[in-house]
């Protein structure tokens, strides 16, 4: 639980029958194609009113984030910060199941900027490819 700006941010498990609506406005928000329940995995994290996450495991040891979606309404400080809640919860899940890196894809500069920000790898092609490394320190 953060406070930013007199809001609180409480990250918590996605909830898909309770969460599922929220996201898709805010894909149509983003003029975005909105999700059906199948698409999504069972990990996935939100933080109330500003962005969700899920974590799409494999079988093999490298496991993607994915799905990231923002409420546009948000502010832009509060979305980082929050994003970035999700994303060390990610990593955490993932490495406690095992794996050995978290990718993720994204053609949003933004994305890339504050992926780089927060020492995560990026490779910039059409598409930037994301890459946590779990247990480097």
């Given amino acids: 639980l953060k406070v930013y700006m007199q809001i609180e941010l409480k990250l918590r ?22 999700l059906p329940q199948w698409f999504l995995p069972e990990t996935g994290y939100i933080v109330d009113g500003v962005c969700a996450a899920f974590m799409y495991k494999t079988d093999s040891k490298v496991a993607y984030m994915e799905n990231v979606i923002s409420n546009p309404k948000a502010p832009h400080e509060v979305r980082a910060i929050a994003l970035k809640m999700i994303g060390n919860q990610i990593f955490k899940k993932a490495e406690e199941l095992g794996f050995k890196a978290v ?3 994204s053609k949003n500069k933004s994305v890339t900027k504050q992926s780089e920000s ?8 059409e598409y930037a490819v994301i890459v946590k490394l779990l247990g480097d320190k």
Wanted: aromatic share 18%; glycine share 4%; no cysteine.
């Fill in 13 to 34: 498990e996605f909830n898909k029958d309770k969460d599922l609506k929220t996201i898709n406005n805010w894909y149509s928000d983003w003029s975005m194609s909105e």
């Fill in 103 to 105: 990718l993720g894809w």
């Fill in 118 to 125: 927060n020492n995560l790898k990026v490779s910039k092609f």
